[in-house]
Structures are given as C-alpha cells and as structure tokens.
C-alpha cells in the first residue's frame, strides 16, 4: 500500500459513494457486448475542396448530408483531410482541422444590411436593395470626382476618391472578374492582403 | 485489423468469458507520439473535438500555451508544454500530447465495477461504453496516468477511444490523420516498435543520447507509446509518470474472488456514505496533498 | 516559392528566418520534418522568440527584431571570406564579373543619388557600365576593382561577427555555427532552402533583407536546385493569386504594370517594359511584353482593343504617385476618399495604427463590406467598450455590409505558395440569403452598366465596353472566367517559323503563353495563367499525385505557373554544359537536342548550352544579381538601417549619420513620423505574429480554435517579468506611442534579454488574433500599438519591430 497516495485513497472511497451503491443494492446494467460507435461518414456525399486559410492548400474533403438529390439540401458536417493531396497528405493544422466550425459560424452573415449615418444599428434589406444603393453610391462619387485629364492636359482616366481591398482567399475567378470591373471603373486605390 | 463487435478480450465487472475466438488473428494497433517532431500545434485536439462531436468550454488564458488547461470529458487529449533547460544550457520546449495509453493491462477497466461499461478490444483498443457507466469514478482512480474524466452533464466517464469507429472500418484515428507533421502515427505495434527505434537512431546521431521509447511494461505496455528525447527522465514532459502501474488498492480489490470483490464495494460504499454523513464531502487539505505528491516522487523516484 | 512545399524534403539544411513555419504553416513544415528524418538534414532557425519551429530545431539563434540584414550580411561575409561559395555557379549564373558605372558610390550609409528632401534617390548611377557593343561589361577574371564581386566583398567586410553579435545581439557561436551549416551546402551535391514570410516582409528594409537571404542563396548555389531556393510562405490561400492577377495598385495581371501619367504614348510605354537582352544571346522573356499586354487587352475589351486605339490604351487609368494602402488610407484620413470597398479584408484590424484607421474610415461617405464573417471593419462605426470606444452618433458613414459564400460553399481556383493553381468543389449551400462574391461584383457592374447606358455620365467607354461574354451575365460561372484568364485564339494562330502552319485554331484555348500574339488574334487575362485551361480542359482539376522521380514533383496534379513549372530556374540546377550538378535530384538536363527532365525546363527548350544562354530569363543580363541595379528604393546592395522605432536611436553601422538611423527611402508620412515613440519612453521591442492555433481574425469565430486558444496574450521573457513584478497569468498593459492594449501574460524562458551595443535590450511578443467580434474572448486589435510606416519598394508595414513599454495592470 505503500504507493496508494492518500489523494488515489480519497478518490476511491469518496467516489464509491453513490455509484457503487447501486451496483450493491442490485440495480445491474444490462450486460451488453461492445459496439464501437457507428462510423459517421458511411454513406456522406464527399466533395473535395482547399482549406482557405494560408498557402500550404491543403486538400480537404467535406462530407455533407444529403445525396445532392433534388430534395435534399446539402450541408457539411465533417471536413478532413485529402489523403491524395501531394502536400498535405491528409493532415490538416488545427485551423484546418476546426474548418466546421468556420462553415457553421455564427458569425456568418445571412441577409445584406445597412448602416445609416449616425445609426448605431444595422437594418436588414434586400439584395436588390443593397445593389442599386452600391451601384448609385459608386455613379454618383465617380461622376462627380472622375479625373479624365490632369493639370498638364494628359489623358489620365482615373479615379480616386473610392478605393478597395480585395481578399485574398477568394478565388482566382472572384478576383479576375474584380479587378476586371474594378480597374475599367478606373479604380487605382486598390490592393489586396499581399501589402500587409 | 477493423473491429467488429465480438472482437473482445475483456469486459469490466464480467465473470463470464468474452468472445475470443476470433483474437488470435487480430492484430495489436498502436499510436506512436514521437515528441521530437511535435511542434504542440494542437490540431489532434481540433481534430479529436471535431470527429467526435465534443466541444469544450472557451476558457481563459493562464499564463501558458496549455488550452484547455486540462483532460475534460470534452477533451480527450490536451498538449502539455513545458520549457526545459538543459545541462548545456539550451532551451528545449518539451511538447507532450497526453490522452489514453489505451494500457495493455487497463488499470481502469480493472477497477470499473460495471459490467462492460469499459471493454478492451483484441486489437489492444480500451474503449468505454458511457451506457453502461453508472459514473463511480473508479476508473479514474485506477488510471496510473490520470486520464478519464466525469462529465459535468451526465455524471459518465469519458476518454480517448482510439477513435474506435474509426478504426473499425480500417481508417486510423483523427488525431494520427491531422498531425501535421507525422508526430503521431497509427499502425501494428510491431512496425511502429522498429520505426520507433528508427527514429532513436536519428536522435541519438543529433545529441540524444538518452533518446529511447516510453512504452511501461508496469501496465503490461500500451497502446500508445511516445518517442523521447529524454526517456531516462519522462517526469520531464509534463510529469509523464516514470513506471506507471495499476493502482493497488486495484489489485487489491480485483484480485479478490468475485463476491469479496462485491463484498469490497460494499463496504467502501458504506464507509464512503458515513464518511460523508459525518464531515460532508470531503476537500483534499492542501498539505494532505502536498504530501501525496511528495509520496508519488518518491514512488517515481 | 521558387521551389514548392514537397522539394522542402529534397533540402540537406534548412534555414528558417523571418518566419515561423511551424506555427503559419504546419502541414508545408511536415517537409523539413521529413527532410530531418529521411534527407538527415539540419534544421536552423533564427528568430526573436523561440518559436515552435525552434522546437523542432537542430540549432536555434536569437535575434532582435530587424537586425536580419546585419545577420544575412554576415553571413555573406563569412561566405565570402571563407571561400564558402560555389564557384562554378556564382562565375557563370550572376552578374558577379560585370563592372558597375565609376560613378556609383556607396558613403555613410547613403548610396549615390540621394534626395534628401524627396527621401527617395536618382538611381542613374546603379547601373552597370556599358560597352562599345551596347553589352555589358564584364571581367570573367573578377580583377576588376569595379566588378560586381570586389564591391561586394568590400560592402560586406564590415559585417563581422563581432559587428553582428553587437547589432543583431546573436552569440557569436552560434551565429557562426548558422554560417558553417549553410557554408556546407556550396558544394554541387548539398542544398539548403530558406523559408520566410512576413517575419522579413513587415519591416521598413523588408525587400532588402529578403533580397540579402537570395544572395545567400545565390553564392551557395542554392536557387534553381531541388531541395534549394527562396522559399516565401505566404499567409493566404490565394494572396499568390491576387498578387498573379495583379490586384495591387500599380498592376495589370501578370505582373504588367499600369502606365504613368507620363506615359502617354502607347508605344512609349511598351517600349520601356520591352526589355532587350544586357548581354548577347540572352533570352530576356521580358521582350515578349507587348503579346501579354495586347491579350489581356483583348481579353478585356475584345472587339473595342484594336491596334488603332493603341488596344484601348486610354481605358487603362494612368498613375501620377503611389496608390498602395497606406498612401490610400492616409488620403482616406485627409478626407480625400468618399467610398471603400473591403472584400474579404478586415483592414480595421490588418492594418498599422487602429487609431487612425478608426478615425479614416469614419470620414468616408460609403463602406461597402462583402465577407462571409462579421468582420470589425464592418462594424468599425459600433462601440464595443474598452476594445472599439467610439460614439456611432457621430460617424456619418453609410455601411451596406454584404454576406458571401465561404470556401465550401463556392468552386474554383486558388494559387498556392508553390504556384500550384488548384481547383475546390462546392459542397453545400451558403446560409441565408448570402451570395458569392462573383454574383456581388456582377450584381453591381450589370447595375452601373445599365445606369451609364441610361444616363451617361463620367467616360462610360470602359464600363460599356467591356467583355461579358458569360452564359448567365448575373452570374458568371467559375468555369468560363478560367477560360477566359487562360486564354484562347480570337483568330488562327500562325506558327512564326513558318506562317503557313497554324498553331492554335480561331476559337480553340491556347497551350500555354508561347501562342500569345500581339496583333490581336490571341485573347488571355493573366499570361502567367496561359495554359492553365487548354483543348485539354481543366488541368488545375488534375488530380493524379504520381511521382515517377521520387523527387517530389508530381507534375500531374493541378498546374503551377508558369507553363506547369514546378521548381523556378530549374537550368541552373546543371553545370555551363547542361549536365546536372547533383544528379541524384535532378531537375532538367540537357540531351544532345533539347532540355528534359523531371520538371518543365525554365529555359528555351532546344537550346544547346554551347550557346551561353544564362538560366536567368526573365533577366535582360541572363544571370542573377547581386547588384540590383535601379530595382531597389535603398540601393543596390542591402545595408543595415534600424527600425523606425529603434531601441538605439542610431545606426550602429554608421553612427554620425543622422540621416540614414532608418531606411532613407521608406514609405513615411509626416504625422504619422511625429507618432513614432523613442526608446526613453518605450524601452522594450515589439514583434507580431500569429499563433497555430488560430488564423489571422478569422478563427476567433471559430468555436474549436477558441476553444484551443480563447484570450488574447503577450510574450515576455522571464528576466523581464521579474523586472516588472509580473507572473505568468497576471494581466499587462502594453503601450506604444499610438496607443495600449492590455493581456495575460504568458511569462517565458523562449524570450531572453539580448545585448545589443552592450545594453540589455527586452523582446516582447504580441500574437494579433483579437478582436471585439468572434467566439473567442474579446480582446483588443493588436495594430492599435503598430506604426504607420512602410517599406521603400512594397509598401509594406513595419509590424515585426516597433517599440513598447509594458505594465502590470
């Protein structure tokens, strides 16, 4: 007994208390063989995707419910790592391997909303809303501040007074057609994540 | 090596024999934690949480790298960070993942007085069953590494099961899947022996000499083994136990013949209720505890 | 990368500088763990904190944040001295014989041509000399006192041990142990790679300091090589192709420049980007200029781009000064920008002084925010107590705030570090009403299209102009804007040798950017894409992970720019008559008729080495530099300059010169300079960094990283904390000139004093994931306390050194 530390002692007489006492007093659980937990992923749609974090680009699989039948919506419930992927090999980091939770965030926004001046809330409103203010906002500044030619009379066409940042997890096919759009605006104020 | 439900060689709290005909062709799985290629980045606990459809508390930071701080019924493997200084005077960051050993001799199924909440599969898997768990904690106290842990919510035991049901259809666990950097591999024991002893090869060729695999014989072996640094001294990454064995207050009561066993339980059960009738539950005093740890050094030693 | 994730196997060391791989990137670092452990090499990092990677290290050396071109410096130095280089290489692949101008002149830390009032130089004088010929003058037998390898053994003979163990606070032994690791890889048959990433981009000298870690490389022989390289890590899935595609203020995609206000003339422009070979026989990729130019134009503007209208030259805005975001954020805080678009881009938390970002934003008349999250900047006008104290009666600001598709919920193509262009699948459908991000832009272009046609207004040529050739103009698919940005024949293609064979058929995706025209008959959105999607379809979807060699190339998975090159300047990996240095990871080598081998030749296919075409195309010199010409804002060789916040107040190299304490020629603006704090006030130096556990503001809303990491913290060293009467847990506050944040303290042996010019000199660490939105605890945006100043070349900001003071709280 030398090595049952008095916290082990306390341990296994203190937490006799209730439990055991039932096993004494007769109640048996039902004497059942093992089953191991039914594995989850049977029969989940598989769909391989990149992890959106940073550039390693881990190949992932995410398994969704539903067999993308016309009546079942799709929503993801396991994502992990892509066994063929020549970098990744299936492994997955910890932002990685917590992706889920990134795509059932309650953090993601829902619906367009805006913010008035001086308002201290956010209204929800439609897409179309949202756009034709965008689109007005944007044709009323370029209209009013478009630099067609400079001081010196040379051909300038820019426009500077509205800038963007664009991501950089978006995907080439986002971003070509944003800077396609942008830059015809005559947008020069522009840069993405590289600059920082 | 997948698992079906009659590959099992032992079920707590059970006189009758379980179904082992088909064990001798099973083969013995392990995990091998190779602590010199852990960088402690966490994603086996994402990956453990996320698989097994846990998620713990959003806690607080104390001071450490250490979250969650400790094993929960939500979390089955945490990673213990520690900042050593060598003799030579360089800094080594000891990065321990801790968790199950899945033991080849289960302290805690040992001490489990119901019948076959804990079962051990024939691959060497210690899986617990929380349907059958009536929560006495006797597998906490019979685990020579501290591991399962009393869920809050249901008053059941949980930890690591290997990932079971990963297992059973042939796929290795979450854990061994994510880790980015091949610390943590899943295979047969015997392979992951020699890679092991591989890997001690490399490390005693950059300076470590004392590079060896932790796998006690005190618990029969385990199921999980780690590749350290320093294997003359595991107390180092985090308390790693030094020569874990079975509890013997365990032994003590298992190895009796089945009735005394009972007769055992009843008894402390009867003990354990008057006790808290007369002083209410009882806090451990610190300098009772104190002393405990100082009695578990020596014991180490 | 120069090289790719997988080659990272193929290196006998490793460096790991300016980055924290382990940490940023822990599934790229799975292969330095594997090259440890298969390839027996060694493992160095260097780095302020004792990082993660470090504990994975063969060998670790501290260093004060911004003294890495003091470190590299010394290294080249060492190399130099120790006659540590690859002969072979560096003689035939750099510029090392050339002779530079008699008038360039390096003095006090200052190069020829500075302007001190501009801080910024006439750089005519870095320039090699020319001769009779036109070429560039050379000394094959270095005896020059002006070639390239004297002046650079002079400029470094000052960075000594000594020099370095002072300045960078680096032991010396240790320091010396770094060069005689890397010192071993200058034979033919060892490489070592180096990684960064932002460790060495957010300094005010972070061009420079990357610039100096290549020409390590380049004297070892290590660029172009399996298992060698420059190896950049970059922080986001698809920052390589933003950056690919040229959305960044001065770029067309494809590394294409936009013309400046000076530039009216069409042919001007072209000529001045055309560039003709330095030396004879040289490739100079760089002269096929005019081809990417027009089919990008055309793939833009289609039938409106014709040679007549110079491919509708005056679409192109033209630029009159700098429109990076710090100069544009600046512009936002004079009141000069009325509308702001952040996409995907937090900037309220990504960018330096929160303070000021508050107080710019706050003057714009619209913010439009598309984002999968509820980012800060969104809600930049809210208060949030002590993390964001602002009084949202007073913000004018109107903000639509629009909801998009994340990654699994969207298809198409994200470029990777190793320039691996790959294709993702939609697995489920977005939440709400959220939409992607290509329906969004549409959404607002078919709007402004519509409302110019109607009412006119400020040059619609452009906006009604151009192409939108797409099945479902709300809605463009992915598929057909890849199409588009690899590019197909407008009209038949005609082989040049012989006019009579066509090439590519009107209408049919073109093979790669060999076909590209510049009359017009060919259209492609981003030339370095060209072939990503041919008549053989989508080859970014490939998916075949086999590796013949075992080297590590899988040449059949996806596709990397350019021309499904996987390993850059892979010619120099063999010897002048094009047999492989080290043949037992070979790349290419030459056949007799043509270069083959287990990647695509970065070379003229059929070109016989006898010929001396250097492996450097893309260079008009068909080598390396180590003398960057006019390339560089500070000058053509690196030279230390302290942080603009520097624990000295001088610069140890050259201590009388007041000018030249900081980068001479960074990007600062004036109030933003009287914000910078001094070392009597804010004694400690400041680093910040991400953690593993979490990806930049994103995974605080991500329960699982919370979970894993829940509260903002900072670093300090145990020496330190002692000093402060602080234990591990307790709360600090951290202050700069520009504002305080407080944290738990997480109190550390992995940061130690470092003595630098004989006084003691304390890191502290300050990961930057917090913020007031999010799952996590809310904490406060670490860039309250960073500096708004940026490097000379990118712009970039200074986030990896500035000065603090830290208090118990």
Known sequence: MAQLSRRDFLKVSGATLAASSLVVLGFTPETALAEVRQFKLARATETRNTCPYCSVACGILMYSYGDRAKNARSSVFHIEGDPDHPVNRGTLCPKGAGLLDFVHSDSRLRYPEYRAPKSNEWQRISWDEALDKVA???????????????????????????????????????AYLTHKVMRSLGIVGFDNQARV | MPLQSLDIVRRSATTTPSPMARAAAEVAVAKLIDTSKCIGCKACQTACMEWNDLRDEVGSCAGTYDNPRDLTDQSWTVMRFSEYENPKGDLEWLIRKDGCMHCADPGCLKACPSPGAIVQYANGIVDFHEEHCIGCGYCVAGCPFDVPRISKKDGKAYKCTLCSDRVAVGLEPACVKTCPTGAITFGTKEQLQHDAAERIVDLKSRGYEQAGLYDPAGVGGTHVMYVLHHADQPALYSGLPVA??????????????????????????????????????????PADEAAAEREKEKAHG | MTNHWVDIKNADVVLIMGGNAAEAHPCGFKWVVEAKAHNQAKLIVVDPRFTRSASVADLYCPIRPG?????????????LANEAIHREYVTNYTDFSFVVREDFAFKDGLYSGYDEAKHSYDKSSWEYERGKDGYVVSDPTLAHPRCVYNLLKAHYARYTPEMVERVCGSPKDKFLEVCKHLASTATPTRAATIMYALGWTQHSTGSQIIRTGAMVQLLLGNIGIAGGGMNALRGHSNIQGLTDLGLMANLLPGYLTLPKDSEQDYGAYIESRTQKPLRPNQMSYWQNYPRFHVSLMKAWYGAAATAENHWAYDFLPKLDKGYDMLAVFDRMFDGQLNGYFCQGFNPLAAAPNKAKMTAAFSKLKYLVVMDPLATETSEFWKNHGEFHDVDAAQIDTEVIRLPTTCFAEEEGALVSSGRWLQWHWKGAEPPGEARTDIAIIAGIYRRLRKLYETEGGAYPDPILKMTWPYARAEEPSPEEIAREYSGKALADVADPKDPKVVVRKAGEQLAGFAELRDDGSTASGCWIFAGCWSEAGNLMARRDNSDPTGIGQTRNWAWAWPANRRVLYNRASCDPAGKPFNPARKLVAWNGKAWAGADVPDFKADEDPAGGMGPFIMNPEGVARFFARGAMAEGPFPEHYEPFESPLGYNPL?????????????????????ALGKADAFPCVATTYRLTEHFHYWTKHVRLNAIVQPEQFVEIGEVH??????????????????GSIRAVAVVTKRIKPLTIEGKPVHTVGIPIHWGFKGVAKPGFIANTLTPFVGDGNTQTPEFKAFLVKVERV
């Open chain 1, 136 to 174: 007005k906002l944007m044709k009323a500044d370029r209209d009013a501040h478009f630099v067609a030619k400079n001081p010196d009379g040379q051909t300038v066409n820019r426009w500077t007074s509205t800038g963007m940042l664009a991501a950089s997890a978006s995907s080439n096919e986002t």
């Open chain 2, 244 to 285: 874990p064995r079975v509890s013997p207050v365990v032994r003590l009561w298992k190895g009796a013949a089945k009735p005394l066993a009972l007769g055992a339980i009843a008894l402390a059960a009867i003990a354990g209720l008057l006790n808290y009738v007369r002083v209410g539950a009882k806090e451990v005093d």
């Open chain 3, 67 to 79: 003294s890495d071109i003091a470190f590299l410096g010394g290294v080249i130095n060492y190399l």
């Open chain 3, 654 to 674: 050259h201590p009388k010169e007041p000018r030249v304490v900081a980068s001479p020629a960074a990007r600062i603006f004036k109030k933003d300079r009287e």
């Open chain 3, 721 to 738: 904390a002692k000093e402060l009467g602080v234990r591990a847990g307790d709360r600090v506050k951290v202050s700069s000139n520009r």
